[in-house]
């Protein structure tokens, strides 16, 4: 994914600055993740959810934990383990012995911006209460439906699937993440800013000491929101996409294609993208930009396939490679 550009040309002051200066402030608590720190900017306008994936030790908490002080919304973290139960996410009804009914005490899923920290750590029974959460924006208790708060955004963190004591994510639950984000390791230059930074005092438990302040808000975002709505898609950029998302399901690496939503996901992303990078409407390029990281955890491949080495993203640039762009 590459970074828009800082053409905010008739929008001074305007929401698409104020996303810009949140991208700056995430960036004096984590260094040389700029495709990362973009691609949860797109979810934010999406309203979609995002799995980061790393090894351990690549500031994916840290990441979120700075978007979360650059944004003025409440947040919350829970880290998830093999012994965690749904409803230490959800919430649950409690027993009030004063008044011998029964109350709901919310779970840390009640916020606008939850982290999931290491949630490929807890079986799948537990992964998947988050689906009604990411899908509804809503939690189902007793019966009773309770709405989530809005803007809501699910940021998940997970080591890849070869470490041990991590279970894989069902398809079900990889569908509901607009963007997948992989993390990877800093470059020699970025590792030694890491390191110039930590000795220089920088303590990533304290990001208000190292300057991070919030600096978009609720309207901000969906002032936003309603600029990416009006941005114009041509039928000749939607057949793209849908000709992009046919060839996955016809890939013989891949048992699993890109479904609709998919799709749907993908025209979804591309549009902030042009958005961000100062347009009114959407360019075969934005498409491109966002593919990897939109269609990535969509995509399932042979076994055949992955013992020979193929892994989705070059089957994903093969097929970019391959449909033929619209003028």
Not at 156 to 175: H, I, K, R, S
Not at 254 to 276: D, E, I, Q
Request: proline share 9%; aromatic share 4%; hydrophobic share 40%.
């Amino acid at each position: 994914m590459m970074d828009p550009t800082t053409d905010n040309a008739g929008d001074p002051g305007g929401p698409r600055a104020s996303l810009e200066l949140l991208r700056t402030e995430i960036g004096k608590a984590v260094v040389g993740q700029d495709p990362a720190v973009t691609g949860l900017v797109v979810a934010l306008l999406c309203r979609g959810h995002v799995l980061l994936e790393g090894v351990p030790g690549v500031a994916k908490t840290l990441l979120v934990r700075a978007l979360a002080s650059a944004l003025a919304l409440d947040s919350k973290r829970v880290q998830f383990t093999p012994d965690l139960m749904p409803a230490d996410i959800t919430g649950s009804l409690v027993y009030d012995a004063r008044t011998a009914e029964f109350s709901f005490q919310p779970g840390p899923v009640f916020t606008h911006l939850l982290l999931a920290d290491e949630i490929n750590r807890t079986p799948p029974k537990t992964q998947s209460s988050l689906l009604e959460a990411m899908e509804e924006r809503q939690v189902t208790v007793d019966g009773t439906a309770r709405p989530l708060p809005e803007p809501f955004l699910v940021a998940a963190t997970q080591n890849p699937v070869e470490y041990e004591g991590t279970y894989p994510l069902p398809e079900a639950q990889l569908d509901r993440f607009l963007l997948k984000l992989t993390i990877p390791l800093p470059s020699r230059e970025d590792e030694i800013d890491v390191l110039t930074r930590h000795a220089s005092g920088f303590d990533p438990r304290d990001l208000a000491a190292a300057g991070v302040r919030p600096v978009a808000t609720a309207a901000d975002l969906e002032a936003a929101r309603t600029a990416v709505a009006k941005t114009t898609v041509s039928p000749d950029i939607a057949g793209y996409v849908v000709d992009l998302c046919r060839s996955t399901r016809e890939s013989p690496s891949l048992t699993l294609g890109v479904s609709p939503r998919g799709a749907t996901a993908l025209l979804s992303t591309a549009r902030a993208w042009a958005w961000l990078t100062g347009r009114d409407y959407v360019i075969p390029d934005d498409v491109k930009a966002l593919a990897l990281p939109t269609l990535r955890h969509r995509v399932q491949l042979r076994p055949e396939a992955e013992m020979e080495g193929v892994t989705a993203d070059s089957v994903i640039n093969a097929i970019l490679a391959h449909v033929p762009v619209p003028r």
